[in-house]
Every structure is written in C-alpha cells, then in structure tokens.
C-alpha cells in the first residue's frame, strides 16, 4: 500500500475502533452492536480496491483481535474482515467514484451479514458456539439494521478523505502534460529517436541544404502535437 493510504487507514481505524469499544458497546442495544469498524474498512475498500481492502481488513481486524476488552482467539476477526475487505474492494468503479448511494448500502448490508455469518462461523471451528445460544437470525437483522442506518453518517465521509488522500498534488497531471507524454511517446515509438536527438536532427538538415525545408516542416509540425 502507498504511504499517505496507510498515514489515513491507520487514524481512521483506531478512532473507529475507539468509539465501537467505548461508546457503541456501551448502549446495550437488542442483538448485535453496530460495527462502526466494517464501515470504515468498507469505505477505505471501496476506493482502494480489493487488494488495498483486504490489507486494511486484515490490520483492522487484527488490532481488533488484540484491543481489549476482546474475549476471542488472535486473528478471528482479522480474517473476517480481511474477506470482507477483498469483497468490498471488487465493487470500486474505474473512477473511484460511485454514481447512486444503492451499491454502497447494498455492500453494507451484504457485509454485515456475511461478517456476522462468517464469525459465527469461524468460532464454530474452534469451539466457540455463543452465536447459537445468543440466536443467529436476530443478530443477523440487528447487525444488518444497525450498519444500514450508521453507514451513511460514516462510508461516505471516509470515501471522501480516501479520495482527498489519493489526489497527490505532485503526481498529478493536466491536459498540456498529458499531451506532451502522448506526443513524446508516440515521437519515441514511432520514429526510433530521442527529443533531443530529432532537434539535432532537425539543425543537421537546416544546415545541409534549403531544399529540404518542407521534410524539416513536416517533422516539426508532428512534433507540435
């Protein structure tokens, strides 16, 4: 991952995992406590990609795992998020940005269940059976209900400061410089010859004779382009 997405991700995930633990735990609501931790990983996966997801799952979830007052084997919801996160990540458009609100609710409420299905899941590998006596299909609504009704104070904006981040000034280019990579390498590819090499082509055929003027034009007007 790139250095300022992993500055950003970091922050992010701590602050997210801060308030889960601190205040979201805290509210003893009905079912499942609302996972303020997947929708930031959604949000970031959403606009790195699944590779990019997948890593932010995988440290969210790890820190997760290791935060107190986590009562679960190491790594168990490191792996869920790490699949949620390679999950999420597919859906990102080419442009990075989403055109209707619907994809993202629909990730947030498959992500939701899934998370829940695949930790009850996981937990049933090592011995742990606490989803059944808590009841599976309730804490598969509260959990999706509670996301669904969080997500939009939260996905957007971490998409937005995702995005703000990717947009480093100093790699990015405008129409002009565009242009002039395409004309130098098309001159490159095309001709076999360096700019610099054409220039002293050019002043070697100004020098050799007068009749060859309308040559010399031709090769500057493409190299105008």
Known sequence: MRVNRILLSTPLVVVALVIQVSVLARLHLPGAV???LLLTV???AMVYGHVGGALVGF?????????????????RYALVLCVIGYFAGLVKPENGRLKSATGPMAVVVAAA???TLLYAGVGALVGDTAARHVGLPGLLFSAALY??????FVVPGVMWLARRADNDPLTETGPAAKAGDISSGWLSSG?????????SGLGALKARA???S???GRIKGVKRL
């Open 191 to 199: 001709t076999g010859l360096r700019i610099g090499s054409q220039r």
């Open 59 to 75: 440290g969210a979830g790890l820190l997760a795992d290791l935060a107190p007052p986590a009562d679960h084997a190491a790594g």
């Open 147 to 152: 996301d669904l009704l969080l997500a939009p």
């Open 34 to 36: 609302p996972d303020l």
């Open 113 to 115: 269940i899934g998370s």
């Open 214 to 216: 309308a040559r010399v």
């Open 210 to 212: 007068r009749t060859r």
């Open 42 to 44: 959604l949000g970031l």
